[in-house]
């Protein structure tokens, strides 16, 4: 785990003395109004300045940041002659800030990366999450949109691990009810699939099962009381952890639908895979009835007097129960998705499904999207 990683409330009055070594100028990539309305941005840029650090401000990070805004923030960075990059917000904003350092110091197109090419060389990153979700903060991965084909992948490098990452659960408390919620459950899609991928291992366990132990006894008291701190430093713990546990045994086929369904329709990340990954549970929990017992069992379930099989049945539905509770959408449909063509097509490419413990037949990964409408 090559990430420095510093937690605890107020721990962002911290940058400007972590980032001392870095260089005397860096590029701060942000969404386009919460960083700015809550002043995170400007309480970041003060504390460099303090530490005679000069912020250059990239605020457009959208939502599913595509590949042309990405190239857009890496020439600024070149132009401006940034040293390293700091990625405050949600997984948008820190994986854009991943592929912006990536893309200034190999002056490239960051496509080019998706597509296979090598990553030899990145600007040192700094990840200051502003969500419990994605995780970004603690994994070797950066999610990329290219909206001109209505493509979502993602690359991975040793090179993007962020240097630091600064978990500051007080800059989650102004985040809204419902993206609070799809947040949180990205964070229990990562624990989970990490959990039941095929390249799980007992360090990537305990990562996950703790962070699944964490989502479900806080995420409810978070998004139905922004301001517990209590359950915001659970949460913030639970993102970091489960992004560890991605880190050593990735996705599943849930992901990879998921990120399929945004591709085309630009919708929730968090929403999309969540939404499929009770299907996917319910198709692929035969070859491991113990893990996904056990999933039931931490998230809620009663087992007792069940037999194995029975119990790792209910484990979807627990996943359902979760989502039911915090007034999220429970199939596609009610997030937008009107035709499963495409998505089923970006779906099946191949190499998307080796971590899934169970052989899927392209039959099987049609009827988990149709069966998810």
């Given amino acids: 785990m090559p990430t420095k990683i510093v937690f605890g409330v ?79 917000g949600g997984g948008s904003a820190i994986d854009a800030a991943k592929a912006i350092a990536v893309g200034a110091s190999e002056n490239d197109k ?5 597509e296979g090419k090598q990553v030899r060389r990145s600007l040192p990153i700094i990840a200051v999450p502003t969500t419990a979700g994605t995780g970004s903060e603690t994994t070797p991965y950066c999610v990329v949109s ?24 007080y800059l989650t408390l102004s985040l809204p009810p419902f993206y609070t919620s799809v947040t949180g459950v990205d964070t229990l899609a990562h624990a989970v699939e990490a959990y039941i991928s095929v390249l799980s291992n007992p360090i990537s366990d305990l990562f996950a099962v703790e962070a699944i132990k964490l989502v479900s006894g806080n995420l409810r008291k978070a998004a139905s009381d922004g301001k517990d701190m209590s359950a915001r430093l659970s949460m913030s713990l639970a993102s970091a952890l489960a992004g560890c546990a991605i880190s050593q045994a990735d996705t599943t086929i849930a992901h990879v639908i998921g990120e399929a369904v945004g591709a ?3 919708t929730d990340h968090g929403l999309s895979v969540n939404i499929v990954l009770p299907v996917v549970m319910d198709y692929i929990c035969e070859p491991n009835y113990e893990k996904f017992a056990n999933i039931a069992s931490l998230l809620g379930e009663d087992i007792s007097g069940l037999s194995l099989k029975d119990a790792a049945l209910k484990a979807g539905d627990s996943l359902r129960k979760l989502m039911k509770d915090l007034k999220l959408p429970v199939n596609l449909k009610e997030i937008g998705v009107k035709e499963i063509k495409e998505c089923v097509g970006l779906a099946l490419r191949p190499g998307l499904r080796g971590t899934t413990p169970f052989k899927l037949s392209d039959s099987d990964i049609e009827k988990i999207i149709k069966n998810s409408i």
Avoid: H
């Avoid at 909206?147 to 090179?159: G, V």
């Fill in 264 to 266: 085309i329709y630009d």
């Fill in 110 to 114: 960051i496509w080019n990366f998706v």
């Fill in 10 to 88: 107020n721990s962002i009055n911290k940058i400007g003395k972590l980032t001392a070594d870095f260089g005397e100028k860096a590029i701060l990539v942000t969404g386009r109004s919460s960083a700015k309305k809550f002043g995170y941005s400007q309480r970041i840029t003060d504390i460099l300045k303090e530490n005679k650090i000069e912020t250059i401000l990239f605020d457009e990070v959208t939502s599913n940041p595509d590949a042309e805004l990405i190239d857009k923030g890496a020439s600024l960075a070149m132009e401006k002659e940034c040293k390293f990059v700091i990625g405050m």
């Fill in 146 to 169: 290219n909206k001109k084909i209505k493509r979502k992948d993602a690359f991975a490098s040793e090179l993007v691990f962020p240097k630091i990452s600064i978990i500051d659960p």
